[in-house]
């Protein structure tokens, strides 16, 4: 019996903590060059094949890869960031959020 309960709290532990790590949604750009633009405005690193067109920086204003957008060619954008939030554009998806007051 303590056998099981250890597994269930071990269970809960691993499911409350796996998902905070790291978020991703999607949304869409119109063409490299936006993301781009964008990419130049945080200070990331952009680049770009024929399967599509990428940004990456360390969410602070250098380049790095703690928050990307990649974009597969004529399809949605992908972004993964840390934490939980959910960006809506590359801009918020790239650069951390402001700090609220308290």
């Known amino acids: 019996m303590r056998t099981f309960i250890a597994f269930l709290i071990l269970v ?29 405005k945080v200070n990331g ?10 940004c990456g920086t360390d969410c602070h204003g250098q380049p ?5 957008v990649f974009c597969k060619t ?3 954008c992908y972004a993964q960031v840390d934490g939980a939030r959910r960006p809506k ?9 402001a700090r609220r007051k308290r």
């Open 45 to 54: 690193k952009f680049s770009q094949d024929q399967s599509g067109y990428g």
């Open 64 to 68: 790095g890869t703690a928050c990307t």
């Open 12 to 40: 809960a532990i691993a499911g409350a903590i796996g998902p905070a790590g790291a978020a991703e949604t999607t949304f869409r750009l119109s063409t490299a060059d936006e993301l781009k633009a964008v990419c130049q």
């Open 89 to 97: 554009d590359a801009l918020s998806a790239l650069q951390a959020p």
């Open 74 to 76: 004529g399809a949605k």
